[in-house]
């Protein structure tokens, strides 16, 4: 096994340093979704297509394919029944912890929405209506996810929320799940995943209707459909496997950074890499990370994970360390580097989510903080950000002019159409001014 990580330590000053960099941004593009050459495209696409033309029939079809349950239509939707059993039955410190959560994301959230400020001159917000929250449902449950997506909405005034989530506990969802969709008092809840529940959302079917905008995290088939169907919906980000960036220098503890890239790599697949300027502390943090893997559950996954999507990059110096980090634009990205390390976050432009000094490790931000944990992932947090409740607004544009105010416009908006060729914009302004 020791042999096996060696490789994820890698040098500047060692040949191929850069190609394996690249390797590395590559890997995590395609964990995140299916480009372009890749047969799954074709295979997410005739999902869809086939969704959109024969409705609860094809996702019945491609549920039972994906996720072994046969289910009818009448089946799809979990019963106000079932959430409220799974809500009696949840362990009640669990529940207290989750709604401690909730109510820190509520706070926050709250605090930075923009639709509880006066709107400036020109431009009103308006809350869309309806919204679809894809919830991850394959390798472990993940209530979390329901909390950061949710409650952004709820904070913006959502009116239709609804759920979907792949049938992978005993032919339904994880009861945990349903028990804090009912904690937040949402009942239209599918157990439904994969491509087929994206399509399903986008375009209608007899028995879901269509949404305004699709949100959430997911695997491969997941983000794709998401972006195969942008446009006749909305999206919030491609959010899709899990990823974290750890700049370090020489004051991190090698421990807690070997620890923090295991809490991603267990996810299998999921990303973590570490860039440093301390060729000392990189030795240490892979010997840690040597020691730690071999205690978890699910070590021969996370070894794999770590061995494919994983690096500790030694720089030359802290400026190519940031300089290659904004490149990465990750998903997290965590700085433990002493008292410098809240000058470093200055730099930074690119990343979902920045998690400062030694005490904040990404998993405060997936579980407690407040901010959203649905983070922009595979480099797009270049021009994606994290999700908010300013997600689930949108802006209209407000324009009204006077007779006086046109009066004194008129000529110049003339000239401007006319010289676009665009003479009915022209005469439409022309008519107003005679008399």
């Known amino acids: 096994m020791n042999d096996q990580l060696d490789k994820i330590l890698i040098s500047y000053d060692k040949l191929g340093f850069g190609d394996r960099l690249s390797?590395?941004?590559s890997e995590i593009q395609r964990a995140a979704r299916f480009l372009v050459g890749d047969e799954r495209l074709e295979q997410v696409i005739e999902i869809i297509r086939e969704v959109k033309k024969q409705g609860d029939?094809?996702?019945?079809?491609?549920?039972?394919?994906?996720?072994?349950?046969?289910?009818?239509?009448?089946?799809?939707?979990?019963?106000?029944?079932?959430?409220?059993?799974?809500?009696?039955?949840?362990?009640?410190?669990?529940?207290?912890?989750?709604r401690q959560a909730i109510e820190n994301v509520r706070n926050y959230q709250t605090e930075i929405f923009i639709g509880n400020q006066k709107a400036p001159p020109?431009?009103?917000?308006?809350?869309?209506?309806?919204?679809?929250?894809?919830?991850?449902?394959?390798s472990a449950p993940l209530p979390?996810?329901?909390?950061?997506?949710?409650?952004?909405?709820?904070?913006?005034?959502?009116?239709?929320?609804?759920?979907?989530?792949?049938?992978?506990?005993?032919?339904?969802?994880?009861?945990?799940?349903?028990?804090?969709?009912?904690?937040?008092?949402?009942?239209?809840?599918?157990r439904i995943g994969g491509a087929q529940a994206v399509a399903a959302l986008a375009f209608g079917t007899n028995t879901i209707l269509r949404v305004d905008k699709i949100v959430g995290p997911g695997n491969q088939w997941i983000q794709t459909a998401k972006r195969e169907v942008f446009g006749i919906v909305g999206i919030d980000s491609i959010a899709g496997p899990s990823e974290v960036l750890i700049i370090a220098n020489g004051k991190a503890n090698p421990a807690w950074v070997a620890a923090d890239m295991l809490s991603q790599a267990e996810h299998a697949p999921g990303s973590t890499v570490v860039f440093t300027d301390s060729q000392e502390l990189a030795n240490e943090v892979l010997t840690e990370l040597k020691k730690q893997v071999k205690l978890l559950d699910r070590s021969e996954e996370?070894?794999?994970?770590?061995?494919?999507?994983?690096?500790?990059?030694?720089?030359?110096?802290?400026?190519?360390?940031?300089?290659?980090?904004?490149?990465?634009?990750?998903?997290?990205?965590?700085?433990?580097?002493?008292?410098?390390?809240?000058?470093i976050a200055k730099h930074i432009r690119n990343a979902g989510a920045i998690f400062i000094g030694d005490y904040s490790p990404v998993a405060v931000g997936d579980y407690w903080a407040g901010p959203s944990h649905t983070l922009p992932t595979g480099m797009t947090a270049k021009f994606f950000s994290a999700l908010s409740a300013n997600d689930f607004i949108k802006s209209t544009s407000i324009i009204e002019y006077d007779k006086k105010m046109l009066a004194e416009s008129a000529e110049d908006i003339i000239r401007l159409a006319e010289a676009e060729g665009l003479d009915a914009h022209a005469k439409s302004v022309k008519i107003r001014q005679q008399k």
């Open 23 to 25: 390797n590395i941004r």
């Open 57 to 98: 029939r094809a996702v019945a079809k491609f549920t039972e394919k994906f996720d072994n349950v046969n289910l009818t239509p009448e089946q799809f939707q979990v019963s106000q029944e079932d959430l409220e059993a799974a809500h009696k039955k949840i362990d009640k410190d669990l529940l207290a912890s989750l």
């Open 122 to 138: 020109g431009i009103k917000y308006t809350q869309i209506e309806n919204v679809g929250i894809c919830i991850p449902g394959a």
């Open 144 to 190: 979390s996810t329901v909390i950061m997506t949710a409650v952004p909405a709820q904070v913006a005034n959502v009116e239709r929320i609804v759920i979907v989530s792949p049938p992978r506990y005993k032919g339904s969802i994880h009861p945990v799940i349903l028990a804090v969709c009912h904690e937040l008092e949402i009942d239209e809840v599918y």
């Open 302 to 343: 996370t070894i794999e994970c770590l061995k494919k999507y994983s690096a500790i990059a030694v720089f030359e110096n802290i400026n190519d360390v940031i300089y290659e980090a904004n490149d990465f634009a990750s998903e997290h990205l965590e700085i433990q580097c002493g008292e410098l390390s809240k000058e």
